[in-house]
């Protein structure tokens, strides 16, 4: 495409503010993303590499996901390039275009007002001048991935690779290097499949707020940078009234896309290709990328290619949850991708532990998906010194159970457990236990991944009870992956429970290794969780002992502490069956956090029912504990424990970190 485009007359944008929220991105990317009638154009051009595969739904269906992705079930992704520079997040080149927004805040007092100093300025201050791709790679490859992948480019339409088509690129700019050739490379060198992160399709209308102008102030009416049509080569020229989705309904801009991307997958012949959304423009446009992808990989690589997006495929790609997870096991292959921390450099992040990749990886693989995983870079290209000794704490944590990782495949049950997390995106930060055990298999072989190490120094697994008459579930052998002494064993109608040895290996889990005849999964009875009393008679109502009740409500963790939470919906609500053997007064309080004024709560203890407003915390993992005074439980036996909200008409969100009931003096 040329560097600069022409359009006709002169467009209003003052209803452009926040379209593209977070929730209103992802609603979206439902099934069937339908598009407005396009604007009056030329035929689109959609040249594919000749081959088995073309632009149809119908000639789609001839693509089986090839083995080298099933077996690798591990990636580590570089969601990387120039919105790491400021060291402040992700979005930060729409963001610091909102007035008012911790962004534009940040931006204004290091750099100056976007109406001189805009994102154009922000883009040669990465340098990368520290990146070493091949050490990298080594240290990727050491800590268990099977595959990486580059970003190609994000929604800031900054190219990572050697454009002709685009000079704002990493080779005219900031680390003069072609940054996807140079990952290329390392990964060949270390025999990794390579691929490459496209976030270009949304940059269209992401874009538009650096058209903008402050509501407020000395410089009100004044506009961004991105107004400039001598900059539309970055911001992209004005988008027509009404193209505020996800995906934009030019298309200019659609054919634009397909060039672009195009030129990229015919020059680097990856061996995976992401866009961050669903199948680009839902419509023959991505669809004839798909193709081409296939087709250049069958051509150049003599294998197939994997195309992954945020749309269900059946069986035609990859489908990708963001910070999610498949509900079960899905017959198509799927994939998860995530971050440690946040999706570009932030320094006032946490990173996730150790412990959180394990599970995350160990139940994604037992339900038929992959962990894409994004390592988080600093502008220079170097790690924090936390997450090399997270590399080196994974890479022998692989190196001792990664047999019940790669080239496995789903058993007939993908797990069992008291934890019963549903799918979907952004539905993560579950907290597992030893109770919770994930299934896989390989040839004959039954691996049992307990997503830690028991107290008692034992193993209970229902899912292989012994079979009575039938002549199911015959266990031959049980072997402890990373432990050379012999494992005792019984196997009842409750299930086979596993002895194991005193000396406890890991933190992370406990993986067996199970040989047997006619394994399949025994029933299990849904069992009650009772919450008991300590041993100073107060019960604690806490997240991982919750039912929830709803779609979206689930058990989370908020910096390192569990928690209910993704409870903005109001008439989804949480509860808890305790025994009681004392009767008597209690005193009950809760632990919340939120964000939002007027957050009001009701907690019911058997008949009673108190009302409660949340503080504002002020952050999601700052938590306050509220009083709500005294309750009455006249008899022994059962009590139900459940916290609504107050007015679902009127809720506002809070995280529930736990509820207490204290034996009242």
């Known amino acids: 495409m040329p560097a600069t485009h022409c359009i006709t007359g002169c467009l209003s944008l003052s209803g452009w503010r926040a379209a593209l929220a977070w929730l209103c991105r992802f609603s979206t990317l439902a099934v069937g993303f339908a598009l407005a009638a396009p604007l009056a154009a030329p035929a689109m051009d959609l040249p594919v590499t000749p081959g088995k595969f073309t632009g149809t739904?119908?000639?789609?269906?001839?693509?089986?996901?090839?083995?080298?992705?099933?077996?690798?079930?591990?990636?580590?992704?570089?969601?990387?390039?120039?919105?790491?520079?400021?060291?402040?997040?992700?979005?930060?080149?729409r963001m610091m275009y909102q007035q008012g927004s911790k962004d534009y805040q940040d931006h204004l007092a290091r750099w100056g007002h976007p109406s001189t100093n805009g994102w154009k300025d922000i883009i040669p201050l990465w340098k990368a001048e520290n990146w070493d791709p091949n050490?990298?790679?080594?240290?990727?490859?050491?800590?268990g991935a099977r595959y990486f992948v580059s970003m190609g480019s994000h929604h800031d339409d900054f190219f990572l690779w050697n454009s002709p088509l685009h000079s704002w690129n990493a080779v005219n700019y900031g680390p003069h290097r072609d940054v996807v050739g140079d990952w290329q490379k390392a990964a060949k060198a270390?025999?990794?499949?390579?691929?490459?992160?496209?976030?270009?399709?949304?940059?269209?209308?992401?874009?538009?707020?650096s058209h903008q102008a402050d509501k407020t102030g000395?410089?009100?009416?004044?506009?961004?940078?991105?107004?400039?049509?001598?900059?539309?080569?970055?911001?992209?020229?004005?988008?027509?009234?009404?193209?505020?989705?996800?995906?934009?309904?030019?298309?200019?801009?659609?054919?634009?896309?397909?060039?672009?991307?195009?030129?990229?997958?015919?020059?680097?012949?990856?061996?995976?290709?992401?866009?961050?959304?669903?199948?680009?423009?839902?419509?023959?446009?991505?669809?004839?990328?798909?193709?081409?992808?296939?087709?250049?990989?069958?051509?150049?690589?003599?294998?197939?290619?994997?195309?992954?997006?945020?749309?269900?495929?059946?069986?035609?790609?990859?489908?990708?949850?963001?910070?999610?997870?498949?509900g079960g096991i899905n017959p198509s292959p799927w994939q998860t991708d995530t971050s440690i921390g946040d999706w570009f450099y932030n320094r006032h992040w946490k990173y996730q532990p150790l412990s959180w990749t394990v599970h995350m990886l160990a139940d994604i693989v037992s339900k038929n998906g992959n962990l894409l995983l994004n390592v988080v870079l600093r502008p220079d290209g170097t790690l924090d010194p936390e997450v090399e000794d997270m590399l080196g704490q994974l890479a022998y944590w692989t190196s001792v159970n990664g047999e019940a990782i790669y080239g496995t495949r789903p058993w007939l049950r993908f797990g069992e457990g008291p934890l019963r997390p549903k799918g979907g995106a952004f539905k993560e930060n579950f907290v597992y236990t030893a109770r919770d055990i994930r299934f896989?298999?390989?040839?004959?072989?039954?691996?049992?991944?307990a997503l830690g190490w028991p107290a008692d120094g034992q193993i209970v697994i229902k899912s292989l009870a012994g079979g009575g008459d039938t002549g199911t579930n015959r266990i031959k052998r049980v072997e402890l992956l990373g432990y050379e002494g012999k494992l005792a064993f019984t196997q009842s109608l409750d299930g086979l429970t596993v002895q194991l040895p005193e000396q406890k290996l890991s933190n992370l889990t406990c993986v067996l290794r199970i040989t047997g005849s006619r394994l399949v999964p025994a029933p299990i009875p849904v069992e009650e969780t009772l919450v008991t009393p300590d041993a100073q008679g107060d019960f604690r109502f806490s997240p991982?002992?919750?039912?929830?009740?709803?779609?979206?409500?689930?058990?989370?963790e908020q910096g390192c502490q569990a928690d209910i939470g993704f409870w903005d919906h109001g008439d989804e609500w949480v509860s808890w069956t305790a025994r009681v053997d004392r009767p008597g007064n209690y005193q009950l309080s809760t632990t919340t956090a939120t964000v939002s004024g007027g957050a009001e709560y009701a907690v019911q203890v058997?008949?009673?029912?108190?009302?409660?407003?949340?503080?504002?915390?002020?952050?999601?993992?700052?938590?306050?504990?509220?009083?709500?005074?005294?309750?009455?439980?006249?008899?022994?036996?059962?009590?139900?424990?459940?916290v609504r909200a107050r007015d679902a008409a009127t809720w506002k969100a809070i995280n529930l970190f736990a509820v207490k009931l204290t034996p009242a003096p």
Not at 190 to 209: I, Y
Not at 547 to 555: F, L, M, S
């Open 57 to 93: 739904m119908e000639s789609l269906t001839n693509y089986t996901c090839p083995d080298w992705f099933r077996d690798a079930k591990f990636g580590i992704w570089a969601h990387w390039g120039p919105q790491a520079v400021p060291m402040e997040g992700d979005w930060y080149a």
């Open 135 to 143: 050490r990298l790679m080594a240290l990727y490859k050491k800590a």
């Open 190 to 209: 270390e025999g990794l499949p390579f691929g490459v992160s496209e976030h270009l399709g949304a940059s269209f209308t992401w874009f538009q707020d």
């Open 218 to 326: 000395p410089l009100a009416g004044v506009p961004y940078d991105g107004a400039n049509s001598n900059n539309w080569e970055l911001y992209h020229f004005p988008a027509e009234p009404g193209d505020t989705g996800w995906y934009s309904n030019n298309p200019r801009w659609q054919q634009q896309w397909y060039n672009e991307i195009k030129d990229m997958v015919d020059r680097y012949h990856p061996d995976l290709l992401y866009s961050d959304g669903a199948v680009p423009f839902g419509n023959e446009v991505g669809l004839s990328q798909i193709a081409n992808l296939y087709n250049v990989s069958l051509a150049s690589n003599n294998r197939l290619a994997v195309y992954n997006c945020k749309q269900p495929s059946d069986g035609r790609w990859v489908q990708d949850y963001e910070r999610g997870v498949n």
């Open 440 to 449: 896989t298999t390989k040839g004959k072989t039954l691996y049992a991944i």
């Open 544 to 556: 991982d002992s919750a039912t929830t009740h709803g779609e979206n409500i689930k058990a989370e």
């Open 606 to 642: 058997g008949g009673q029912t108190v009302t409660a407003t949340a503080p504002v915390t002020g952050g999601w993992d700052k938590t306050a504990e509220t009083s709500l005074g005294t309750v009455s439980i006249p008899q022994a036996g059962k009590v139900t424990v459940s």
